[in-house]
């Protein structure tokens, strides 16, 4: 796949620009699929996941202007035949994986079977925000934090350290955000210590692009790549 990996949606013009060439084609000509699946954990997750699909300002991604819209419930898929919904992400040109619990939401990828699928849509462009970028990654960041939502019984915390590994490093989003202590350089740097992959804290005005194993940073604002 291509991807977009993004802390903090569509949220300025570079990383517009950077979307817009992965597609290879103006936004109003593109299809895309929406994935609201891993805010619902949290207190309010039904109301934020409709805040997100209806297009909340501070975060671009639904409201861009694309072709078509579509949502795309990861929950859902597992009690579809396949062959109802993969043919509608095959078409997508591209699938917008929104944040919430990490967790929870490699949980479901996998679970849907769409994690399997992922690797096969060579020309779909994966676009993540926060969560939804650091579960195709090598680590999840935010298992401690996600641990607290996992149901009494369930085995989904199982490895909870670890993501689907769809890329080669590791991503912190949201580095420096005022009401998010736990993002500050020096946090982030002391939990990337004990990581064996590189691993890149940026800021909501950036964004990590990958095509073919080719890593590009495309950012109005700050960033850190942290080596092992």
Known sequence: MKFLLT?????????????????????????AL?????????PGGAEKAWKAIHGQPDIPLCQLGWKSLGVLELTALPTIREENWAPAVREADALLVWGGDVLYLTYWLRQSGLANLLPSLSDTVYVGVSAGSIAVTQYNCDAEFDSQFVPD????????????????FTLYPHLNHPDMEDTELSHIQKWAS????????????????????RVDVISEGDWELINP
């Open 34 to 42: 929406f994935v609201p699946t891993g805010v619902y954990p949290f």
């Open 7 to 31: 802390s903090g949606g569509i949220s300025n013009p570079s990383i517009s620009d950077a979307l817009v060439d992965l597609l290879g084609k103006p936004l109003a000509e593109s299809t």
């Open 153 to 168: 019984g369930s085995d989904m915390a199982q490895d909870a350290d670890r993501a689907l590994g769809l890329v080669d």
């Open 194 to 213: 004990g990581i064996p992959v590189p691993t890149y804290a940026i800021d909501d005005n950036t964004a990590i692009k990958v095509v073919d194993g």
